[in-house]
């Protein structure tokens, strides 16, 4: 049996990042269920320079599409605010190429990336005890004292039903 003092599920924006930081001082293994790495995208490609600078991500032309200097919010009942910038706000970015980028970013600080791996939640004693992995058919049992489901709105890791989790464990979503 495997353990890991995290494993993170969901190798998008939010789990590869968070793989990257709690891997500087921590064993960690990010598991995704898709065979590669930001695809199929799920959602939008904006970020805010703020993303960029508080998260340590380099601005690398691979995946910058376009910057970003008006933006439109809709409110529900029909009105818009339009948002003109004199800078760049943001970018637009390639998600695909920068997926798998962060997801690397994550392996070089020292996480272990399964791609490929369905993870469900493992119950022992009504606690959460780690994660259940079904990779290449092969189920495999990871313990781990804390879990991140950042599987975004599919959000299948959390679909359980479990009293609570043990003192010094946790589950994050």
């Known amino acids: 049996m495997d353990e890991y003092d995290v494993v993170v599920v969901g190798a998008g924006p939010g789990g590869s990042t968070a793989a990257k930081f709690a891997a500087e001082k921590a064993r960690v293994l990010l598991v995704?269920?898709?065979?590669?790495?930001?695809?199929?995208?799920?959602?939008?490609?904006?970020?805010?320079?703020d993303a960029f600078r508080d998260l340590d991500i380099p601005l690398n032309k691979r995946f910058i599409n376009k910057e970003i200097y008006d933006s439109i919010v809709y409110a529900p009942g029909g009105g818009e605010i339009e948002i003109r910038y004199d800078k760049p706000a943001g970018y637009i970015i390639e998600r695909?190429?920068?997926?798998k980028f962060l997801a690397a970013e994550a392996?070089?600080?020292?996480?272990k990336v399964l791609a490929d791996a369905h993870a469900t939640l493992s119950i022992e004693g009504g606690y959460i005890s780690g994660v259940r992995i079904l990779h290449q058919g092969e189920e495999r049992d990871i313990k781990s004292r804390?879990?991140?489901?950042?599987?975004?709105?599919?959000?299948?890791?959390?679909?359980?039903q479990y009293n609570h989790t043990p003192p010094g464990h946790g589950l994050m979503l």
């Open 96 to 99: 695909k190429i920068f997926d």
């Open 32 to 49: 995704d269920k898709h065979r590669e790495t930001g695809s199929p995208k799920r959602c939008g490609e904006g970020l805010t320079l």
């Open 146 to 160: 804390i879990i991140i489901a950042a599987d975004g709105v599919e959000f299948q890791t959390g679909r359980h």
């Open 107 to 111: 392996s070089h600080n020292g996480a």
